[in-house]
C-alpha cells in the first residue's frame, strides 16, 4: 500500500526557493517592456482609476439626488397650502420667521388655529425690537382674519413688482411678437 501512494506522490523537495525563480521574474519584466518602454504607463492606470472614482461619485450622487425627493419637506408642504389659502410671500415669510423664533417643527403649526397663532405670534412680537412690534402685530392680526374668519374669503395673494414688472414683460414681448 505505501508503495502504491509512493508512486502516485511527488517526491519532497529540498527547502528553500526555486533557484529558477529570478530567472523567471527577470523574463517577467522583459515581458512587460517593449522596445525600452514600458508596455501598461503609469498614466493610463492614474486616468482608469480617475474614470471609476467619476463613475463613483456619479452614481452617489444620482442615488442622493433620489433619495432627497424621498424625504418629508414639511415647508414646501407648507408654502402649497398657504398658497392655497391665499397667503401672501410676505404672510408665507412672517409665519416662517415666526415659527423658526419659537422653535416650531414646522409653520403648518401656525395655520391650525387662530389661538396658536396668536399665542406664537405674542412670544415673537415680544423678541423683536419694539419699533416693528406694532406693524408685525397688525400683520398677524390681518393673517388671521383671513385664515380663520368664517365671513371673509381667502384672497388670492397680491402680485408683488417683481410679478407685475414679468407680467408686464410678457405682454410686451407678446405684443412684439404680433407685430
Not at 522583459?30 to 498614466?43: A, T, Y
Request: proline share 8%; hydrophobic share 40%.
Amino acid at each position: 500500500m505505501t508503495s502504491l501512494l509512493a508512486q502516485h506522490l511527488p517526491t519532497a523537495t529540498p527547502s528553500g526557493p526555486d533557484p529558477g525563480w529570478y530567472d523567471r521574474a527577470r523574463e517577467l519584466g522583459r515581458q512587460l517592456k517593449f522596445d525600452g518602454s514600458v508596455l501598461f504607463p503609469p498614466q493610463y492606470f492614474f486616468l482608469g482609476a480617475a474614470v471609476l472614482l467619476l463613475v463613483i461619485a456619479a452614481l452617489w450622487l444620482g442615488k442622493r439626488h433620489q433619495q432627497r425627493h424621498l424625504r418629508p419637506r414639511p415647508l414646501a408642504t407648507f408654502n402649497q397650502i398657504a398658497a392655497a389659502m391665499g397667503l401672501s410671500l410676505n404672510d408665507r415669510w412672517l409665519l416662517i420667521r415666526i415659527a423658526r423664533h419659537q422653535d416650531l417643527p414646522s409653520p403648518l403649526t401656525l395655520i391650525l388655529s387662530s389661538p396658536t397663532l396668536h399665542h406664537y405670534a405674542q412670544c415673537y412680537t415680544q423678541a423683536i425690537h419694539p419699533v416693528r412690534r406694532h406693524a408685525v402685530a397688525n400683520h398677524v392680526t390681518a393673517i388671521g382674519q383671513r385664515l380663520f374668519d368664517a365671513d371673509t374669503k381667502p384672497q388670492p395673494p397680491t402680485k408683488t413688482n417683481h410679478a407685475r414688472r414679468s407680467s408686464h414683460r410678457h405682454a410686451r414681448n407678446k405684443n412684439k411678437r404680433s407685430r
